[in-house]
Structures are given as structure tokens and as C-alpha cells.
């Protein structure tokens, strides 16, 4: 099954206490349900779940495409973490409105 999400949303960055940092899209509304339905199917056929119930995802912002997860966010939605060189590629930074497309 192979489902395409579009979503758009503001990139945000979480620092570690070491000082390292990521950057994150927060998948959420209609987008982060479909996930979350997706994953529970996934887990109800297979009897378990990824780690971390972490969803494979194929993601694309403009022309940059590359192979991630997705992880759930305890306050809702969930994580997609956004790499370095792809947000070089596409010259985006914190805070920028970032459409997404993501092939589950």
C-alpha cells in the first residue's frame, strides 16, 4: 500500500543538552492522522510495530527527495526530521513554511 501525503509547515529546530542540533517538520491535522491510522494498521497486521512505532517514509521538499521516518510526537502529530543537506539544497532554514510531500 502506498499512500502520498502533502502537508506544510514551519521548520523548527531541538537542541540536545550537548549542544547538537535537528530540525523537524510537525506532521499534524488531517496529515498526522492518516499516519497515525496507517501505523496502527501496519501494527494490527503485523503484530507489532517499528521501533519507536516509527513509520518509513519516502519525503520530498521541491526537488530534494530522501528516505526517512516519521516518529510520533507525545504532544501530537509527528516528527519528521528534516537533514541537513536537504535543507541546504533548498536553502530553508528555522522557521521557514516548508511544504512536504511523503510517500508511505
Not at 519525503?59 to 530534494?64: F, Q
Not at 507525545?74 to 541537513?84: D, H, N, T
Request: proline share 3%.
Amino acid at each position: 500500500m502506498s499512500d502520498t501525503l502533502v502537508y506544510s509547515g514551519p521548520m523548527w529546530r531541538w537542541t540536545a543538552g550537548n549542544g547538537v542540533s535537528w530540525h523537524f517538520l510537525t506532521i499534524a491535522g488531517e496529515a498526522g492522522e492518516s499516519i497515525s491510522a496507517i501505523e496502527a494498521m501496519w501494527r494490527l497486521e503485523l503484530g507489532k510495530s517499528r521501533g519507536f512505532r516509527s513509520v518509513k517514509v519516502q519525503a520530498r521538499i521541491g526537488e530534494t527527495k530522501w528516505s526517512t521516518s516519521c516518529f510520533p510526537n507525545k504532544e501530537g502529530g509527528w516528527l519528521l526530521p528534516v537533514k541537513a543537506a536537504v535543507r541546504k539544497a533548498e536553502g530553508i532554514a528555522e522557521g521557514d513554511e516548508v511544504r512536504v510531500a511523503l510517500d508511505l
